[in-house]
T-cell receptor
Framework: DGGITQSPKYLFRKEGQNVTLSCEQN?????MYWYRQDPGQGLRLIYY???????QKGDIAEGYSVSREKKESFPLTVTSAQKNPTAFYLC???????????FGEGSRLTVL | KNQVEQSPQSLIILEGKNCTLQ??????????LRWYKQDTGRGPVSLTIMTFSENTKSNGRYTATLDADTKQSSLHITASQLSDSASYIC??????????FGKGTTLSVSS
């Protein structure tokens, strides 16, 4: 089945550690996105990529980094510079920059 | 600043009852408006999409309406089921590519 796979589902991290969240899609979509979701807030855009080897910062990119070396993969690294990293992270893709977003199942990161 | 405001923040209804969720927006112009359903701990799934020129769109027991004059959209759920318990998110796409997300309405359907 076509879709978006995020891993891990749950992740615990100590303060000061970097962690990488995986996002893979087999929908042949050009565009991929990372969102952060906190209780009581709307989804906030961290980074997005509309083509391989190119990506742009979203509204809350500080403390995060991404890469887009392959069309199907868009990993997100949460660095130690992110002050409040505990959150639910959602990866999404769309056929292009204007199409419907298809979301993964999310990764919940907890910093201990 | 363009915004999307949803109400109520949360809602509890009995199984079998109807309910209506509201989305007020100031985004203008916009190319489309979507309603997403998000089960707890899962990713959002699209329910309906409407362009700025459409008034209504149905998907089974879900019916979305759009009033461009009042800048309001609503999502009506008919004959609610326990599986309708979820968060419902209103999302507008600005003319261009930017998406503006509402904070969502949390619906709880009880038996």
């Amino acid at each position: 089945d076509g879709g978006i796979t995020q891993s891990p589902k749950y992740l615990f991290r100590k303060e000061g550690q970097n962690v990488t969240l995986s996002c893979e899609q087999n929908l042949n979509h050009d565009a991929m996105y990372w969102y952060r979701q906190d209780p009581g807030q709307g989804l906030r855009l961290i980074y997005y990529s509309q083509i391989v080897n190119d990506f742009q910062k979203g509204d809350i990119a500080e403390g995060y980094s991404v890469s887009r070396e392959k069309k199907e993969s868009f990993p997100l690294t949460v660095t130690s510079a992110q002050k409040n990293p505990t959150a639910f992270y959602l990866c999404a893709s769309s056929i292009d920059g204007t199409g419907e977003l298809f979301f993964g199942e999310g990764s919940r990161l907890t910093v201990l | 600043k363009n915004q999307v405001e949803q109400s109520p923040q949360s809602l509890i209804i009995l199984e079998g009852k109807n309910c209506t969720l509201q989305c007020n927006y100031t985004v203008s112009p916009f190319s489309n408006l979507r309603w997403y359903k998000q089960d707890t701990g899962r990713g959002p799934v699209s329910l309906t999409i409407m362009t700025f020129s459409e008034n209504t769109k149905s998907n089974g027991r879900y019916t979305a309406t759009l009033d461009a004059d009042t800048k309001q959209s609503s999502l009506h759920i008919t004959a609610s089921q326990l599986s309708d318990s979820a968060s419902y998110i209103c999302v507008l796409r600005e003319a261009g590519t930017a998406l503006i997300f509402g904070k969502g309405t949390t619906l709880s359907v009880s038996s």
